[in-house]
């Protein structure tokens, strides 16, 4: 599929986060600033009930990764100044449902981690096992508590999937197909038996605070969390007086089509997502205009971040745009991350701040240690690269919307 612009723009105007123990994107967006690891325990799960605003009766047939999921989507439609009705999630009263609002999520192991938590004795099994452990977890909660009746995706891209669930959410949005789509995904921290498969693989750093680019980085640093990022069309948007963030402008994904487990060391179709993007800039933003800050994929695995950072070096050569490497902040929050990194974007192309240049990077990489421009970059055009494990790679173009 190539690269698409498209007539109808696309705004990103609230977003939600659980992440380090925080749920304060400008909390998040500082840390970043300063290069700094957010740390801490997201809250219990009475907590994230109340978080989420839902009762005792409904969030006792939940799990976890449901709970966090409700708690950002509440938080991100609160900030939206959208419907002050809710559903309940039980009961057979009619419900109030919106047909040209839609759901976009994803979980990349909370299904599987919810399942080996509920496997010691069957006694714990409810009629809502099952709900709580199928790839529709997220959507299926938050389409009945929020009314969502439009399009409805559930996906699952390993670490790709929070930026393919922001790329199908923008051409949803741009195609006409939906007025609003809610893009959400989460992930609950991983189960033993989950964590010690990852290990098996090697993908996972025995240092808790791996550093994504760092010489000494060997492997991802896996964190619960949760991150919403409400979607709309500017006419929509400005019919009920909502102010945008930011504007996703396009977006591509592609597949390698190489290898189950590890990325193609060339970073070919990457390379050629990238080129596009470029191109798209040009067209959407016209002549002269250049994506000015790249929000690397960088999980800390070295086969990874060595290809991604190769092709870097082919496709901007001596012009290098702004970088950053999200999840040395926010950790590898899986399903989730791609859409903490796209807050942060979001976040920083409305202020026209840029988070840190990465510290202590890793030598071979062939990346200076520090920035090669002024303290005083005001992005206007970011691009996020997601890949995943199985081939999939992810490119949004997002831009700052000008007053």
Not at 64 to 92: C, D, K, M
Not at 172 to 193: N, Q, R
Not at 287 to 313: K, M, N
């Amino acid at each position: 599929m190539l690269l698409t612009s498209h007539p109808s723009r696309v705004w990103l105007t609230s977003c939600g986060v659980l992440c380090g123990g925080t749920d304060s994107i400008d909390a998040l967006f500082e840390a970043a600033r300063v290069d700094r690891r957010v740390d801490g325990n997201l809250p219990d799960g009475d907590s994230l009930a109340a978080l989420a605003g839902i009762g005792a009766g409904d969030s006792s047939i939940l799990g976890r990764h449901q709970l966090l999921a409700l708690a950002v989507v509440e938080q991100a439609w609160t900030a939206g100044g959208l419907s002050s009705v809710r559903n309940r999630l039980r009961g057979e009263e009619v419900k109030q449902r919106h047909s040209r609002w839609g759901c976009v999520s994803g979980s990349s192991l909370g299904g599987l981690c919810a399942m080996e938590s509920e496997m010691g004795s069957a006694k714990k099994f409810s009629p809502y096992s099952i709900s709580r452990w199928r790839s529709n977890a997220i959507s299926a909660v938050t389409t009945v508590r929020y009314g969502l009746g439009g399009p409805d995706f559930s996906l699952n891209a390993a670490s790709a999937t929070g930026a393919q669930i922001l790329y199908l959410a923008g051409s949803l949005v741009a195609s006409g197909m939906a007025d609003l789509i809610v893009a959400v995904a989460a992930d609950a921290e991983v189960t033993p038996v989950v964590r010690s498969a990852m290990e098996r693989n090697r993908s996972v750093s025995s240092n808790v605070d791996c550093r994504p680019l760092s010489a000494g980085r060997s492997g991802m640093a896996p964190v619960e969390g949760a991150a919403c990022v409400i979607l709309e069309s500017e006419e929509h948007a400005r019919r009920r007086g909502a102010s945008p963030l930011a504007e996703w402008i396009a977006g591509e994904l592609a597949n390698e089509a190489s290898h189950l487990m590890a990325p193609d060391p060339d970073a070919r179709v990457l390379e050629e997502l990238l080129q596009r993007a470029r191109a798209c800039a040009v067209e959407r933003r016209g002549e002269g205009s250049e994506v000015d800050w790249i929000s690397l994929h960088a999980t800390g695995t070295p086969r990874f971040d060595a290809a991604e950072v190769g092709c870097l070096h082919r496709v901007f050569g001596t012009s290098m745009p702004w970088i950053s490497a999200l999840k040395r902040t926010t950790g590898h929050a899986l399903a989730a991350s791609g859409l903490l990194e796209a807050s942060l974007i979001a976040a920083g192309l409305n202020a026209r701040e840029v988070p840190s240049w990465p510290s202590e990077i890793d030598p071979a990489l062939g990346l200076p240690n520090f920035p090669p421009h002024s303290a005083a970059v005001k992005p206007k055009l970011a691009v996020q690269i997601g890949q995943g494990m199985g081939g999939t790679v992810v490119v949004n173009l997002l831009g700052a919307v000008e007053a």
